[in-house]
Structures are given as structure tokens and as C-alpha cells.
């Protein structure tokens, strides 16, 4: 029996519970961007905008809690000298990055919210890019978000280096 | 093996909890509601996730069984309760849902469940009915029983205490 009075293991559960309850509130946005796909009426996409501006905070709030559990465990457990911890960090960054991007571009194209630059102006090339995967914003979006959550998972589970 | 085994088994969780976040915030979205349109756009999204739902489910399912036959986890009491509080949390949403979000679809002319059949849609009700069935629905007490279940599934998990 192992037991839970070490505040290490709290924080991990912590850590774990949080994480979980990110993915839950993030993939209500998941869901809403595939769904914006389908929908043409005004009405029924202010209802799915509704979605996502209730589970905002959520997310937000809930991988805050994740990262700040991840660092104190980074220190409380020494991981910071390892090279895994700091690379999970890095890719959570990087995909978070790609998500704000592109995922903002394609709500702004699908549900008309945001004004696109124009040719010239700054963030110009990086929404021609957005707009140019369109449609299939959602499923690549899915799928690289999945692949780095993959990788963060493996390197948090085998800690290769 | 056994290593990957629970790498997959933890994939599938995340896997099933991004794929059930959609239903779970319909679930308080849509009591807020007033527009029959609106109504069906929420119900909607809940059923376009439903085979990432299944399959995630799936995988996480068959890899905890085959990880505790490797791991000899089956002889512990924490694996045989986590799985007891997993298909009890399943089976209490499972009932719940037919028993008011598929009321719901039926007054909004939607395809429901009944019994054990799949309908389709038939005429959609006024909109007193429609109200009404919308005010029995209860989505807090289902999501803290599903994140308080997955927790205490979690908390066994992680510490394996009997």
C-alpha cells in the first residue's frame, strides 16, 4: 500500500486531475470547431459560440492549474535538470501557440467575428495560411494537438532524458 | 509491453474525456436556452462526437483490462472497484440521458431513443411542452457524479490503496 501523505503525490494527483478536466473542458471547443463545419444558420452557430464561451474559462482556468502543479513538481521531484520536463513544456507552448493561431483564424472565417488583415499588413501571410486549410482546420488542428499531447504523455510516462 | 499497454490506456482517457467535453457543457448550455433551433444545434453537437466517444471509450476499456492481467492487478480490490465505478457511472448517464435529453429530442422533433429503439423524428411539440421537458433536466448532479467518479477512479489508479 502506498500512502498519500506525501505532498508530492498530492500534487501529481493534482497535476493529473486537472489535466483531466482541461481536456474535458477543451474538447467542448474541439467538438464546437468540427460542428461550425456543418452549420450555416445564425442562430444555431450563436448557439455553438455559446459553447465555447462557456467552457472558456474552464480551460483556461484548468490548464493554469496544470502547469502551475507541473513546474512545482518539475522542483519537488529535480526533473528541472532533466531535458524531458523542459521539452514538455515546450511543446505545450508551441502547440498552444498553433491552436490560438490557427484555430482564431478559422473562428473568425466561420463565424464572421474578426476582421482579416489585408495584403501588407502584419499577421497578413500567417492568416492566408489559416484561410488556405479552410474546412479542414478542425481536423488539423485534432490531429496536432493529439500528436503533442501523445508526446507530452510519453515523455511525462518513460522520461527518456 | 506492459508500459505501452498503460501509455494506451491513459491516451484513451484523454481521448474520451476531449470527446465527452462537448456533451457535458451542452448539458448547462442548453437549460439557458429559450429557441427550439437553438435547442437542436446543442443536441446536435453532443451526437456528432459520439464515435470518438465509443472508440476512446473502447480503447481505454480493453487496454485497462489487458494492463491488469499483465500487471497480475486482478487479485487487488482498487481495480475491481475502479471498474465497478466506471460501469456504474456509464450506466447511471447512460439512463439519464434517455431519461430527459432523449424526452428532449422527441418534443423538438428530433431522432430519440425510446425503450430500446431508435426513432425517427416526429412532429415537434409547442413550445409549453417543450419547456417543460427542458425544466426536468438536471446536468449538475450528472457532472459531478461523472468528474467525482473519474477522480476516485483516478485517486485508485495512482495509489492503489487496497
Same mark, same amino acid.
Given at each position: 500500500m502506498r500512502p498519500l501523505t506525501q505532498m508530492?503525490?498530492?500534487?501529481?494527483?493534482?497535476?493529473?486531475?486537472?489535466?483531466?478536466?482541461y481536456f474535458l473542458a477543451h474538447g467542448a471547443f474541439a467538438s464546437v470547431t468540427f460542428a461550425l463545419n456543418r452549420e450555416s444558420q445564425p442562430e444555431r452557430l450563436e448557439a455553438l459560440e455559446g459553447i465555447m464561451d462557456s467552457s472558456g474559462p474552464w480551460s483556461l482556468g484548468s490548464v493554469l492549474v496544470t502547469i502551475v502543479s507541473g513546474l512545482v513538481l518539475m522542483v519537488m521531484g529535480n526533473w528541472w535538470r532533466d531535458a524531458w520536463a523542459w521539452l514538455s513544456l515546450l511543446i505545450l507552448i508551441a502547440i498552444g501557440v498553433v491552436m490560438v493561431i490557427f484555430g482564431g483564424i478559422f473562428l473568425g472565417w466561420r463565424l464572421g467575428t474578426e476582421e482579416m488583415p489585408a495584403e501588407g499588413e502584419r499577421w497578413y501571410r500567417t492568416v492566408q495560411w489559416g484561410l488556405r486549410l479552410g474546412s479542414r482546420t478542425p481536423l488539423f488542428l485534432t490531429v496536432t494537438g493529439l500528436i503533442a499531447l501523445g508526446l507530452i504523455l510519453w515523455l511525462m510516462m518513460f522520461k527518456p532524458f | 509491453m506492459y508500459s505501452w499497454l498503460?501509455?494506451?490506456?491513459?491516451?484513451?482517457?484523454?481521448?474520451?474525456m476531449l470527446a465527452h467535453g462537448g456533451t457535458t457543457v451542452m448539458t448547462f448550455q442548453?437549460?439557458?436556452? #429559450?429557441?427550439?433551433? #437553438?435547442?437542436?444545434?446543442?443536441?446536435?453537437?453532443?451526437?456528432?462526437?459520439w464515435p470518438a466517444f465509443a472508440l476512446s471509450f473502447l480503447l481505454l476499456l480493453v487496454?485497462?483490462?489487458?494492463?491488469?492481467?499483465?500487471? #497480475?492487478w486482478w487479485s487487488q480490490g482498487w481495480i475491481w472497484?475502479?471498474?465497478a465505478i466506471l460501469l456504474g457511472m456509464s450506466i447511471y448517464m447512460?439512463?439519464?440521458?434517455?431519461?430527459?435529453?432523449?424526452?428532449l #429530442?422527441?418534443?423538438?422533433?428530433?431522432?430519440?431513443?425510446e425503450g430500446s429503439k431508435d426513432h425517427p423524428p416526429i412532429k415537434a411539440a409547442g413550445e409549453e411542452e417543450i419547456l417543460a421537458v427542458q425544466a426536468t433536466l438536471r446536468p449538475l448532479p450528472?457532472?459531478?457524479?461523472?468528474?467525482?467518479?473519474?477522480?476516485?477512479?483516478?485517486?485508485?489508479?495512482m495509489f492503489k490503496p487496497f
Open positions: 508530492y503525490d498530492v500534487i501529481l494527483f493534482l497535476h493529473v486531475a486537472s489535466a483531466l478536466g | 498503460v501509455f494506451l490506456h491513459v491516451l484513451g482517457v484523454m481521448g474520451f442548453i437549460q439557458k436556452e #429559450r429557441d427550439p433551433d #437553438r435547442m437542436r444545434a446543442l443536441l446536435d453537437l453532443s451526437g456528432y462526437s487496454s485497462g483490462i489487458i494492463a491488469g492481467f499483465m500487471g #497480475r472497484t475502479s471498474l447512460g439512463w439519464s440521458s434517455r431519461a430527459h435529453y432523449h424526452k #429530442r422527441k418534443a423538438l422533433g428530433m431522432r430519440y431513443f450528472m457532472a459531478v457524479l461523472g468528474f467525482g467518479g473519474t477522480l476516485v477512479i483516478l485517486w485508485l489508479m
